[in-house]
Structures are given as structure tokens and as C-alpha cells.
């Protein structure tokens, strides 16, 4: 019957929507960017294990109403099924859903509590400080001995005295860049490199996002809020270039490095981009910053 | 009834003369207050909709200049470009409209004030005074908001959000000097609008229904016009109060919002400018704001699920599946929806440990929204489905509701919330809730109580050419929003290809923008059919979708005091299929068959 | 019309349409270039040729350049306006006091009317009349004036600087000094991806966003710039003189500048982008100061409403190229730093106990010419920046001297951009060069100085003292 086709419309956009997802992850650039930071699995099995399950409902719900579109196109003359419900039922739809509902719920709770309760954050290897305005991104990182300094004797959970001092007070030595971030790849994936910066803003409200560290945290004026990602699942991304005479990031890597503004901060709020520097070993960005520091004390053109 | 009753209403129900002026324009009559609300929610759902073409141009094609627009709007030294707070506007504005001038007010303004008095038997609302008095406040907001395009600056583009200190302070964008201050007024007059029309509303459903019309035989409708309302009493003063305390921090100098930037440090400071020192928190705006707007969503789509459980009952010839359970879902879903507004704060720097609370309720709402999908299945399972145009619209509004409430889940967990808040999923959620459903469910809602409004039938054909393109486009529009979601593309992103990651994925930018278009245009199909069918639709009758609740039993339009006798009510409005009657259909109004014992109720 | 439809048609046009406008969509208007047929408009708001002598107290609010700059003839400046516009709101006030005969005038309304002097009560009305009529001739003046210049202008502009989308410079060595079209029109896409709403299509300053930031974007059109490290002389607008090297700007653009809304673009590529928006700001800027001197040269007081007006553009794009642009790319006009003591350009880390002894030393010098040695900075550096009054620039802007505590430094914070600060001043901004007044090591030990404040325990205890004082720490 005519009627029918209209069950086959609604099939056929539902199936397309589905599809899209089906095939989105095996485009290239639309799905999920490169993880590169230790506590992004946990992130993306997360979204998966909620993908699987609202995948599953919405296969389940809009196959059934299909079908049902489909076998109960009105019969001329006919009365439908006289009901008006069925308390089975609706227990089993009550009941199931929200096991299922609490056990995802549940299951959030660990990695949300790693990534952003303070108590949790692991004793880092690197401290800087950023400041957001309108509209770039401010960072003052402290030379190698001043971050030494800073993380001897850092227990899990807290900040030593000479962090928070140092947050309080710029040191005359600290070094000043716009839009970069430095971090290095640690000995191994056992020992990621973990940054722990304090987020502050001049002005608006902005939001620090790392597409490829999963992390994100609005930056409020008025606030020092501390933030953690790591590197451990990347690579190195770049190295010196002799005739720049400064460090550039791999062509192919550079999707991967951004840094972008996750919350609307003015007119510039889309040109807030930064790069993910992940120097080699150590050694390397130890390097540049001798190198970044040296440019900022500069005393000959 | 007895001539001593018909004496009764005589004396009661005044048959003065009222002037043109009185009878549609100030009206207090609920009938017409509510066309009134649906005629100007029309016209600012096409303001809406060209503020929002306005963004996806941007998006769409972002370096080209937009023919004959970029001419007329940017011309000279602004070199025909868009200039980005202008995009920002475009798209803080299109939100405000849409939320506050068009679902809301089409939703309960319209239909609430339409459909509550016919349904439950009553003669008019409780306060037809108060109610009119909703309609106008609605008109210092018209003016504020349409005025604020015009003054210097332009309107609020700090997105329908206002977040403090980009909103509070003056200097931090241009539009936030007297657009915001504009777009703050409005949004109390609309405050006051909603908060008249929902005291009226809660009144009028406890004490104004018709005999034998006991709660539990109200139609799904009117229970949720119900406990929107009791959102919108509950929440709207809190925005209220938040809206006031923006302005006054824009105007005489408080600093409810502003901080010291530092402890001791004086103001935040852009430039030269430099506001004094402050003390306050941006973050107890978004606070006050959320605890409003996260019910405001529920207000937005609760009335859209009740009508839409109406109008699948009607056509599916069939009792709705699970009434009580319908009526507990919705006041769950309200209930709920007072405590998870710290959703949209994941990420805002508010203490993680209530973030880890807000999660593990706003999980749980999701709960009896699947259990009112699983009960519209039910609805459907075994019935009998006539292809209408609102009965089309009415099962759009399921199926999407679907995708937006499980596409909801990803953001309610909140390591997950982490990589996708302020992106394009978020976008893509709340469309597919507040257009694919509330819009739909509006659709519905507008063709099958057209005839009763207006005594005409709306074009069936046309109807149905509309819903088809309508649905095809909108999919397009929003759903590929899901992939570049997970793509992670930030939102409010005037220009996006200024980032390497986002490359691959501006090609569905412009495939989304193309599909807009076509669905702007679209809608003037409706458009068309509807001022046709006001003027030159055939007649509908008394009751043309056979329906069983009150309001088809008033004239089509129904007069002042709306039926001729008052009705009484003999069960419940979903007796569709019943083997009490030979039709395939009961209404509510019609005695029982003397002797006939009442059908027991199958569960 | 409703009724002759049926369903096949319907889903037929339902259809057909969406093709019809995707059709529509592949129209051209979809590059990123300007369109070719976009001109730069000519120049309408005022040039500022005499700043007022009363310094401003506050600032403008946002959105009121346009006005602010308007006003500075009521506050005792001077303007020429191609359009006549500030004659014309002159006239309009000299007619109302006429009209209503109000002659007791106030000294601010002496200056709003543009008269020399207060007049007398009884010679005022002779004065206001008198006022009017030199009005009324010199808006006739300038009114025809600009008719007959105002095309030549366009033209002898459009042939020697092109279009937004085909700029060119009309300069014979123009190739060699990376102002080739090519490169030129690939600054011109840049400039109007990621420049244009603020510096406006003609770099003045004045695009849809520039009213509204506070510092305003620069407008180059006068051909000054403040942070330049070449040993030229500053010269105003009217003169070729110092303009920004090549690397000058480059350091503007990857480091934005600190405490304005000029962000940085160090992430776009130097080779290909940056250097075309240099290229393409230059050519902004020539331009500008072309149309800028030519029109006061025909429209001053001294001007000759009857020149030949390619001949005079001429003369003045080439004073401009030779006298200003071209000295500034050769290295030898760059400043030169003279001997950097060995304490200099260090990090506390890496210097020697002794060296840290000479630092102090240096450091106490350079207070010392900071508050009463030549340099005398303190006399507008009022509490070492703290406690600065507004003043206005050559734009007509306001500017303020920087607050020398913070540690934001526009220009740049390395010593070598204290040092050129220092050394050239901050052409337009009222900062003077020193250049003459210290000698090198004079210099160094002031900028050794500013490195030092902001950070209070790297002060020697007795200056410490004196800059943050008791209570003030």
C-alpha cells in the first residue's frame, strides 16, 4: 500500500543517520582525533561503552517503530488492539534502562575523579603557568632549575610551597611565549611526561581544549584553576631547524598538536590557536628552553 | 440541562458588543490570546530561522563574501566581509529568539492558553485579565530584542548564555555595552510574560475542570501544559533575579559577576580599559542561568510531548499505552530537572566533586524519557495508523526524540563531557531535542488544532510536501553535527579553518549549510498553506480528526465561553478502539449506553 | 491553486528545487580573494594636524573614535576633513549662538567655535559673523576643492597602488623589496582573512571592530609606526622619515602585542604568510600617506587648491619610498647597541657572584637616570608608570605612558626592545629618543633597571625601597 512508503522514509533516514556513523569512523578527520594523552583511553572507552549502548536503543526503538509504521497502516473498518498498557511492561522498560543507566553512570565516576579532582592529580614533571585574554594564550614557564625546584618533594594531591609561590610571583628568569605549548615524550609509555599548569584569565571567560589530550577546562577570571595532561602516547613532533633557527613541528603532525578555545570569549574566540610542542626526550626541550630563554634576554639584533 | 441553568449562564455570561480593538487585539479571551501568541511565534520562528542561515552562510562558505548581503550590510572601509562579532551575534541571537520568542511562547503561549480551557471543559482561563497581561509583556521584549539589531554595537553576541564577565562588562565585546543591556530587558519582560501565564495555567487545571473531568482523566496535553507550568513558576524567578543583577552590574556598577583578577589586584582589564576591583563571580551566573535553563529545556519540550501523545493516540486509533506511567514520566522528568543543571558546568571550574552529583542525576533522566519512547511504541504496536500530516509530524517528533535523548547521554558523563562540551555534539544534541522534536511537535500541533481555531482545514497535500522536505533537510542540517561533534569542532567558531584538525570535516560544514538553505526555504511551504488555509481552507466541521477530548465538542472556531453547554466527562480521552462504542472512537463527552457496564480497562 | 495539485506533482517540486538552488550555490562569489571590482574608497574622516594642548582625562568610550576624533577641534586641535564635515557642524553651532544671540561665550565654547580668541561681549556678535563667514568660504572651499581633486586622487591612487584585490606599488624597485604583485595579492587574501575587521579595508584602523578595542588598531595610513629599530629621525605624517623595519613588524605579528587586542600570529608561516601581510601592510601604508599628504598639502592652510594632482602624488610617493620605506629595509640605518655589558641579557641563574655585584650597580645607575639623571624618565613615568595621566598621540588617540611595574611591554620585553625603545622612542606616542641625550651604556643600565623592576627581590634593597616604599609592597 501507498501508506506503507512512509514507514520506508522514515527507515531510510534513520538507516542513514546510522550509516553515517557506521562509516564516519573510517573516514579520515571524522572521528575522533589521535589520543596522545595516558588518560584518554579511559575517555574514549567510555564514549564507545555509551555508543554501544545507545547504538543498541536506538536500533531496538527505531527498528520497532519502523515496523510498526510498516504492519499498522490503518485497516479501513478495523479497531486496533484496545489496551491501555501492560504493568509488566512497563517494570521491564523501567527497570532495565535504569540498571543499565546507573551501571554507565557508575562507571564514569573513576575517570572523571582522576582526570579533574585536585586530590588526584599525580606528582608532575613539569609546571608552567598559562593566562588566557582575549586572544591568545599567555604562558610563563620556569627555567629547568626552577622547575626542579618546584617538584622536589611534590606528594600526589597536593602543590609544594615553591609551586604556589612561584604561581604568586613570576621569577625574574621565567620565560614568556604566546601560544605554545612545550612538553617532551617521556623515557616510556610507563613514564609519560605529566604537565600540571595553573590555567588563569585576564580578562573572559576561556576555555583551554587539547582535542588530543582530552583535556578541557574553562579558565575563569578570578581563579587559578590546576590542570593535568600528559603525553603518553605521543611521539616526539618536532625539531630544530637550523635555518629558522627554532623548533617547527612535523608537517604531518601538526593536526594533532592544536590547541584550541572551548568557550565563547569575543570576537577572537576562533583565532585562539595554539601548537603542542612534544620535544623528543628531555634533553631536548631542556634545549629549547635554554634556547627560548637566551631569545628573550636578547641584547643583539 | 434545565432552563433555569441556561437562565444561569445567561446572567453570568455577558453578551455586550466588544469593539474590534477588545475582541482581537486586548482580548481576554484565552482562544485568541493564544493566536495571538502562535501568529507572532510564526513570525519570530522566520526571524529566528534567518539568523540562523546567517551563521551557516559564515560556516558553510567561511572566506567568501555573501553575495548582495555583504554589499548592502559591510560596505567601504568593512570591505564586504562578515566581521566575526557580528557572526557571534548572529548566532546568540538566533538562540534567544528561538528559545524565548518562539518555543516557548508557541508552546505554552499558544497551545497552553489554546488547548487548556477547551480541554478541560472550562469556560476561559482562571485569570483573563493576568492573561492577556502575559500576551503584551511578550511586546517590550519584541521591541528590546528586534531594537537592540539597530543601536550602536549591535545586539548581544555573547551567546544566549550571557556569561559573565564577556556579557557583564562592557568593553569585553562591542555588543555588550547597549545590546546586552537591551537583551537583558527583554528577557525580563518575557519572565514576567511566562511567569503571569503559568500561575494562570496551574489555577485553571485545579479548580476550572468540568464535571467528571478528575485528574486522571485529563488528556496527556493538559497534564503536561501542567507541570510546565510548575517549571516555569519554580525556575523563571531565579532567572529573573539573575538577569536583574547582570543589568545592575551593567548599569549603576555592582559587581555581582566581576572579580579582582587576582587577590587584591583590582578588575579585569582588556586594553586600556580596566573595570574596578570587584569581588564577585562569574561562576554564580551560570549557576542562576542554569538553574532556570535546564528546566527551560524541559519547559521546551514536555507540552511538545504531551500534544504529540494526543495526536498519536488520535491517529493510531489506539488508547495511549501506559497513561499513568506517561503522567509519572513527565513529572519525573520535571522533578529531575530542578537538580542536574550543573551538567552544563562540567568543565566551567566548578568543584569537580558536585560534578560527579550533577552526573549521576542527569543519567537518570534519561530514564523516564525512554520510558515515555517505550509507551509511544506501545501506542503504536497493534493500532490502527492514518498518514495525516500531524500524525506524520507527531511520529518525527519520536523518532528524532530519540536520537537527541540518547545523543544526551554522551554529554551527561562527564569524562566524556570533557572532550565533547562546547563542540559541534552539543550543537547537534540540542537540535535534533529543540527542533527535530519541539519544532515537530509544534508542526503537529499547529495542523491538527488548526481546524478548530480557525474552522478550516490546513492543505493535507502541501502539509505532507512540507513535512517530507522538512524532514530530509533537517537530518541533513543536524545530523552530520554528531560527526563533526566527534571530530571535536568547537562551537561558536566563526572561522574554523584556522585549525589543521578540523580540515577534513569542513566539507560537511558546507553540505550542513546547503541543507539549511533548502530548509529555510522550505518552511515558506508552510508559510503559504497556512495564511491560504486562514482564508480559503475548506470547512472542517465539528470534529474532523474524530477525536475523543473536550475541544471537539465546541465550535469550530468556538465561541467566547466556548461551549454552548458546559460538558460533562464520563471517563478517560483515550477510549479509541473501544468495544463500548461502535465507532473507533469514544469521546469523553458522550454518555454511557444505559445498562452498559463501563469496559474494563485492559493493563 | 490548492486544489488542482496532485501528490505526484507536489513530491515532484518538492524535489526539483533543492537541485535548482544547489545549482545556484556553485555561482562565484566563493574564493577568499576581495572581489575585483571592489575599490578602496577614498579617504572621508579628518586628518589630524594639531593635537589640543589640554591633555585628555579619560578615556573614549568604546564605539566613539569616529566622534572622539571629530571633537578635537572643540578641544583647541585642529582637523582637515575632506568631506567639510567638522566646518559644517562648526557652522551649525556659529548659527544657533547667532540665531538665539547668545555672545557671552565660555572658553570651552570659544574653542567648540573654532574662534582665535575670546571676544569681547560687545565685538562678539561681529566675531560670530565673521567666524561664519570664513566658515561658509572655507566648506565652499573644500567642497570644490574635493570635487575636481577627488577623482585625480582615486585615479592617480588606483594606478599607482592597484586595487584590494590587485595591489600594487608604484615604485620602480618595488620587485626588489618583496612588493611584487604576486606577493601583494597573497598579503591582500591574508590581510582580509586576519586583519581586515579591525584595520579596515585601508588600514586605517577603522574596520567594523577597530571603535570598539581600546588601544585602537593602528592606522597606518600615517605612515608612523611606534615600535621601529632604525637610528632615522621620527618625523611626522607629512615627511617620509622612520618607519618599522621588515623585522620590526615581524615581531609585532608573531608576538602580538601584550595589553592590547592584538593577538599574535606566530602560528601562521613565516615564509608564506607573514611575509605577504608585511608586504601587503606596507602597501597599506604607502598608500595611505600618499592620499594623506596629498590632501593636506591641497586642503591646509598653506595649500594650493589648484595643484596638479598626480604631480604632487608623485613627488610624495617618492619622498615616502626614498627618504622613508627604502632606508628602512637596509640594514644600515638599524640601530646598533654598542658594547652589551657582560651582566647583560643573563638569567639570574647564570650569573657570577660578581657579575651579580655589577648588575646592582648598573641597576642603581639606571634608577638614578630614571628619577634625576638626563634621561628623566620619572617626569612622565609618574610612580615608575604607576600614576600616568592620558595623552594624546598623533593619531589623535589616547596614549599613556607605560606602567613600568607590570612588566608588559608593548613593543617587547627582551633588553634589545627596551634598548630600541629607549634609544628611538616610540614615534607617535610622545616617547622621546634618547638617542642623542645617553650614551650606550647609559641606556643599558636604565633597561637593566626595568628588567629588574617588576620583580621587587631583584632590586637592590634601597632602590626597592624607593620604588615600592613602605606600604606599598
Redesign the interface.
Known sequence: MQ?KL?AV??GG??A??AG??VV?PF???????KNLCSFGP??DH??YL??A??GF??LL??G??VY??WK????PG??????????K??ML??VV??LI??F???A??S???D???QSRMPAPDQVFELTA??FEWRFRYPTAEQNALMLKGWEKGKETDEAAAWQREPHADDIHLVNEVHTWKGPDKDHPTRVRFYL??????H?F?L??M??????????V?PVWFDSGFADGNCHYDEKANTWVVDPDK???S?L????????????M?GIVYVHENKADYEKWLAHASAEEHRTKP | MSSADHAHIATTHEHHELGFLRKYIFSEDHKIIGIQFMFSGIIMFFLGGLLALGVRTQLG?P?????LLGQWL?P??????M????Y?MLFSMHASVMIFLVIIPLLTGAFGNFTIPLMIGAKDMAFPKLNMMSYWFMWPAFATLLASFFV??GAA???W?S????AD??????NS?WGQRLWLIGLISIGVSSMAGSVNYITTIINMRAPGMTLFRMPMTIWAMFITAILQAMALPVLTVALILQLLDKTIGTCFFL????PGQGG??????QTPP?GG???LWQHLFWFYSHPAVYIMILPAMGMVSDIIATF??????????MVYSLAGIAGLGFIVWGHHMF???MD??L??GF??AT??I??PS??K???W??T????????TTPM?NA??F??MF??GG??G??MA????D??I???YFIVGHLHYVLFMSSIFGIFAAIYYWFPKMFGRMM?D??G??HF??T???S?GVF??M??TG???H?R?????T????L???QG?NTFMS?CA??LG??QL?FLVNFA?SLF?GPKGGLNPWHSNTLEWTAPSPPPHGNFETPPVVYRGP?E????ESDK?YLPQTEPPRPGAAP?T??? | ??AG?T?KT??R??AA??LV??GL?T?P????S??KD?NY?PRTDPIVIELPKVQPTY?DA??QLAHWIDSIPEKGGRLIDPTAGVEKVQLAKVEEHLSKSRFDLSDEEVHELGLASKPEKDSAQEALEARRDSLKKRIETITATMKGVAPKLSAVLKDRFGT?AAPKVGVDDADAFGLDTTTLAEGSKLY??HC??CH???G?G????G?????HPRDYRQGQFKFTSTTMSAGGFTSGSRKARREDLLRTLKQGIE???MPSFALLDEQNELRPLISYVIHLSMRGQVELSVLNDILGREGDPDADVEELADKKLKAIWNAGWKPSFSAAHAIEVGTVPSYTGKTLGQLSPDEKVQLDESIKRGFQQFTTGTASCRSCHNDFGRANDYRYDEWGT?S?PANLTAGLYRGGRRPLDLYYRIHSGINGAGMTAFSGALRPEDIWDIVNFLEAMPYKNMLPPDVKAQVYGKGKD
Not at chain 1, 260 to 271: S, T, V
Not at chain 2, 83 to 86: C, D, K, S, T
Not at chain 3, 29 to 32: A, N
Request: proline residues 9%.
Open positions: 501508506q512512509w522514509l522514515f533516514v534513520l542513514a543517520a553515517l556513523f564516519a573516514i579520515e578527520g571524522w572521528w575522533l582525533p579511559e575517555v567510555l564514549f555509551i555508543l549502548f545507545t536503543f536506538y526503538t527505531e520497532i517503530m510498526a509504521m499498522y497502516v490503518a485497516r478495523e479497531k486496533s488492539a484496545y489496551t491501555h498498557g501492560s504493568h511492561l512497563e522498560w523501567t534502562p535504569a543507566l546507573l554507565i553512570a557508575f564514569q565516576v575517570a572523571w575523579s582526570i579533574k579532582y585574554r582575549q588563569k584569565s585576564r580578562d573572559v571567560i576555555s581544549f582535542p588530543n582530552r583535556i578541557k577546562q574553562d579558565a575563569l577570571p578570578g581563579k584553576i601538526v593536526s594533532q592544536e584550541a578555545c572551548a568557550e565563547l570569549c569575543g570576537w577572537g574566540h576562533y583565532k590557536r | 562558505w572566506h567568501a563574501e555573501i553575495p559591510w567601504g572601509n568593512a570591505g564586504h566581509r566581521p566575526p562579532e557580528f557571534n550602536d554595537g553576541a555573547a551567546g548564555t556569561y559573565p564577565t564577556l562588562v562592557e568593553f569585553a565585546a562591542p555595552g572579580p579582582n583578577w587576582a579585569v582589564s582588556i586594553g586600556n580599559y570587584g563571580q562569574p561562576l493510531a486509533r489506539k488508547p495511549i499505552f501506559g497513561y499513568r506511567p568543565q566551567s571550574g569537580p566533586r560534578g560527579t552526573m549521576i543519567i537518570m534519561a530514564l525512554a520510558v519512547v517505550f509507551n511504541l506501545g503504536l504496536w497493534g493500532s490502527n495508523i492514518h498518514y506524520l511520529l518525527a519520536v523518532s530519540v536520537i540518547l545523543s547521554i554522551f558523563a562527564t569524562p566524556v570533557i572532550a562540551h562546547d563542540t492543505n497535500t502541501w505532507k510536501v517530507v522536505l524532514f530530509l533537510f537530518n545530523f552530520p554528531h560527526i566527534s571530530r571535536l568547537p561558536r567558531y566563526f572561522d574554523p584556522q585549525y589543521r584538525f580540515d577534513e570535516v560537511l546547503i538553505i533548502c526555504l522550505v511551504i491560504y480559503r483515550y479509541y478502539g473501544s468495544p473507533d469496559a480497562h485492559a493493563h | 491553486m490548492m495539485l501528490k507536489a513530491v517540486a518538492g528545487f533543492p538552488l544547489l550555490l555561482l562569489g566563493c574564493g577568499d576581495y572581489p571592489l574608497p578615556l568604546p564605539g584590494p582580509r582573512r581586515l575587521h579596515g579595508l585601508t586605517d577603522r574596520g567594523p571592530t571603535p570598539w578595542v581600546n588601544p595589553g592590547t587586542s589616547i599613556r
